[in-house]
């Protein structure tokens, strides 16, 4: 039987090394964190039968923060530069950002948004520091289909009743 290739693999498949390098430690301690509080938390325990969604979701975000949301500012500092001044091309070090170069770019920004909205995951799942705030995201996802609005709902919404094995908020990370 064939070995099932990392999903994090795949989305690294052909980026630089070194870019690749700080993906993958990223997505390593990410999910280290992930495995101990979905194990360790009543909260986030809910998420053990969808642990291959949340890597999967985990290695998107990871994706989108080092790569996309990267391309993305690419192709607005080109379109502000260009309304700004005469240039058609920006030089960055040897590498140069042309329109031909950022309209490929837009097109593959373009094509990320439709997958996104085909699976009606809202870009705002990305925004977040903590890992237990992207499980908690997912956890509202889950529940109610639309994270924009996730953070209004739990700042009015205190958890009360059993204490969890481990306070979630007594977790160093």
Known sequence: MAKETPIINIFTYGLPYELTHQIYNEFQERIRETLYLINNTDKYRMLKRNYKTVELLMALS????????????????????????????????????????????LGLLMSY????????????????????????????????????DQ???STNKKEGGQKNEVDEDEIPF
């Not at 790569?67 to 500012?73: E, H, K």
């Not at 908690?136 to 924009?148: A, P, T, W």
Request: aromatic letters at 12%; charged letters at 30%; a positive charge.
């Open 62 to 105: 990871i994706f989108y923060k080092r790569v996309i949301a990267n391309l993305d500012a690419a192709v607005k500092f080109h379109g502000t530069v260009l309304r700004l001044s005469q240039a058609d091309t920006i030089r960055i070090g040897n590498y140069e950002l042309t329109t031909d170069e950022k309209n490929k770019i």
């Open 113 to 148: 948004q439709k997958l996104l909205r085909r699976f009606n995951i809202s870009e705002a799942i990305w925004n977040y520091s903590l890992t237990k705030e992207f499980l908690s995201k997912i956890i509202y996802l889950k529940e109610f289909g639309n994270v924009n």
């Open 151 to 153: 953070e209004e709902n």
